[in-house]
C-alpha cells in the first residue's frame, strides 16, 4: 500500500518499535502520530522527523485519549495505518508464577491489568482505527489501511511467570486473522509481529550491557539482542505488501524455548 499521501498512527510512538517505525514509514512519505506518554522523547522525535510528524500525548488505557489520537491523525491525511506498540503502567500487586513457593495465587487485579494494557488496548486502538479507514477512499486493490499489532513470542511460549502477558500476547495473535476477516470488506487488514527480545527503552533500567549479556545469548543466530530497526523493517514490509494479511510472523532471531 502507498501510504506517501496518508497519515499513520503509531502508538508507544516514542517508544524503541514505536520510534523506529515512525522514522521508517515517514520516509515513505506518511505524516506519523507519535501517540505516548513520553512527552520530552515524544516531541524530540516529531520534530527530529519532521514531514508533519506529530507528538500526541495518549493513554492507552482510556479510550478518550485513543479517540483523540486516531482524530489527530485524521486531521493531518487519510489514515493508512495504526501501528500499535505501546507499554503501559506497571502492574499491581505482586507477579511471578501462578502459584508461588508461599501457595498464594497470582490474584485478579495483577491479571487483568495486562489484558488491559496489551489486549483490551489494542482491540481498541485498531477498532477505532479501522472506524476511521473504513471512510477513506481506497486506493489500488481497494485498499484503505492496514492494522499492526505487536504480539511477543511469550504468545507463543510463554515463560514461568508470563501467564497474564504471555495471555494477553497470545490473544493478539488470535485477534490478527479475526480482525483480517472482519474488516476484509472494507479492504483493512490486520497483521502481527511477534518480537523475540529487543532492546528498547524497556530494558533502560537493567542497561544495555547487563542486557546483552542476559539475554543474546538466548538468541539462535545472531548471538544478540534484536535492534528495534529489524522490527521496524518488517513493520515497512507489512505495510507496503498487501499480501500480507491475517498472520502473526515472528522476527526473533530464531529464539525458542
Ligand atoms: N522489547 C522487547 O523485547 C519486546 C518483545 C516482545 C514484545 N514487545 C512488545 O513491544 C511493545 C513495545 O515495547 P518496546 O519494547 O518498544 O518498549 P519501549 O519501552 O521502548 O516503548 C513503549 C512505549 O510505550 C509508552 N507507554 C507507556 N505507557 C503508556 C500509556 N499508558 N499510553 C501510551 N503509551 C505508553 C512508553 O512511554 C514507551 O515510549 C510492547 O507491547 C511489548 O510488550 C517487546
Known sequence: MDISNGSVLITGGAGGFGGATARRLAKLGAKVVLADVADDRGNALASEIGNGATYVRTDIMDEASIAQAVETAVALAPLRAAIVAHGGPPPPGKGGRTIDREGNRVGMAH???????FLSSAYCVSSIAAEAMAKNEPLASN????????ASIAGFEGQ????????AKGGIIAMALNLARDLAPMGIRS??????????FAYDRMGTEKAQETFGPLVLNPKR???PDEYAMLAQQVVENDFLNGTTIRVDGGQRF
Do not use: E, K, W
Open 160 to 167: 514461568p511467570g508470563q501467564v497474564p502477558y504471555g495471555a
Open 111 to 117: 491479571f487483568n491489568h495486562f489484558l488491559s494494557v
Open 191 to 200: 497483521m502481527a509481529i511477534a518480537p523475540g527480545t529487543f532492546l528498547t
Open 225 to 227: 539482542m534484536g535492534d
Open 143 to 150: 485498499q484503505r489501511g492496514v492494522i499492526i499489532n505487536t
